[in-house]
């Protein structure tokens, strides 16, 4: 009878090398990305739905404003881990030559920010 041959398999063996951490971590961090996306539709729909007060003292209690700030934080990293990969993922040519990475790495994260800037102002401004 034969066995078939099954490698043994490290648990951590992303634990082994930095990059494979923040791979990891960055897919991890996905989980919050989900949160704040169900969270912003559950807001979207407290605000059509009238039941804003609901949501609002739902929103307030201390372990949703925890959640929310860890979801902050794992969102952001996702971010920044994304748009410094997408010059790797993409080669951007302009009449024959090619963008460096800086550029399209600093280009993303400009884009990044003024779209936050903007998200920033529609929700804060006063009415």
């Given at each position: 009878m034969t066995v078939?041959?099954?490698p043994r398999r490290d648990r951590l063996w992303f634990a082994r090398t930095r990059s494979y951490t923040l791979f990891v971590l960055r897919e991890l961090t996905s989980v919050f990305v989900a949160w704040a996306v169900a969270f912003t539709l559950?807001?979207?729909a407290a605000v059509l739905g009238g039941t804003l007060p609901q949501f609002a003292a739902l929103a307030a209690r201390p372990w949703m404003i925890a959640l929310n700030v860890v979801a902050l934080a794992a969102t952001v990293f996702h971010a920044v881990t994304f748009l410094n990969l997408a010059p790797k993922a993409t080669v951007v040519r302009l009449d024959g030559w090619r963008v460096p990475?800086?550029?399209i790495q600093g280009g993303n994260h400009t884009?990044?920010?003024l779209v936050s800037l903007l998200v920033a102002y529609l929700v804060l401004r006063t009415p």
């Open positions: 078939a041959y099954r559950m807001l979207l990475a800086w550029m884009a990044w920010a």
